[in-house]
T-cell receptor, first 114, second 113 residues
Framework: NAGVMQNPRHLVRRRGQEARLRCSPMKGHSHVYWYRQLPEEGLKFMVYLQKENIIDESGMPKERFSAEFPKEGPSILRIQQVVRGDSAAYFC????????????FGSGTRLTVV | AQSVTQPDIHITVSEGASLELRCNYSYGATPYLFWYVQSPGQGLQLLLKYFSGDTLVQGIKGFEAEFKRSQSSFNLRKPSVHWSDAAEYFCAVENQAGTALIFGKGTTLSVSS
């Protein structure tokens, strides 16, 4: 019974490149959430998705960031033209979507922009 | 706006001593509250959660937390700390829309021998 799977675990990108982070939710979970953890800070919500729908993107930066959760396959968080300030740990969580929610987190992707 | 405050950035406790990590929240209605633990380089593991009912919640690894509405607090406790408990601890409250968790900035726990 695999948990939330994120890959890659570590990702190094040069400034200006694109970063793609993948998240496969737990079996039976159809709701995905992305969070970002900057050094010395807690986790900040970015976006909440269900299959083929973005439900809440209030935490997403307005430019360069996008997320999707297609009908088939993992959820993707995409960062275009990365900058040094994008270096962070990105965590994905999933839930079944019924309250009270049980959120299960993945191990994260640590993005380093050089 | 909803928020979570963890007043202590870093706490050091002797092995075998008791532990209390503080968490205060700002929320209008009955909150859904969580405590997570994160070991270095790892993801977040749920320790316990409160939704309703008994205000004293039992979690994994011998942790418990008490919800006190009058104090807007949800403090995490453990009677006897083990060296393996050294980690970062995050308190979180679910937002009113039920679409996200709002996290505190975390408390780093060090355990001395």
């Amino acid at each position: 019974n695999a948990g939330v799977m994120q890959n890659p675990r570590h990702l190094v990108r040069r400034r200006g490149q694109e970063a793609r982070l993948r998240c496969s939710p737990m079996k039976g979970h159809s709701h995905v959430y992305w969070y970002r953890q900057l050094p010395e800070e807690g986790l900040k919500f970015m976006v909440y998705l269900q299959k083929e729908n973005i439900i809440d993107e209030s935490g997403m930066p307005k430019e360069r960031f996008s997320a999707e959760f297609p009908k088939e396959g993992p959820s993707i968080l995409r960062i275009q033209q990365v900058v040094r300030g994008d270096s962070a740990a990105y965590f994905c969580a999933s839930s079944r979507g019924d309250r009270p929610y049980g959120y299960t987190f993945g191990s994260g992707t640590r993005l380093t922009v050089v | 706006a909803q928020s979570v405050t963890q007043p202590d950035i870093h706490i050091t406790v002797s092995e075998g001593a008791s532990l209390e990590l503080r968490c205060n929240y700002s929320y209008g209605a009955t909150p859904y509250l969580f405590w997570y633990v994160q070991s270095p380089g790892q993801g977040l593991q749920l320790l316990l959660k409160y939704f309703s009912g008994d205000t004293l919640v039992q979690g994994i690894k011998g942790f418990e937390a008490e919800f006190k509405r009058s104090q807007s607090s949800f403090n995490l406790r453990k009677p006897s700390v083990h060296w393996s408990d050294a980690a970062e601890y995050f308190c979180a409250v679910e937002n009113q829309a039920g679409t996200a968790l709002i996290f505190g900035k975390g408390t780093t726990l060090s355990v001395s021998s």
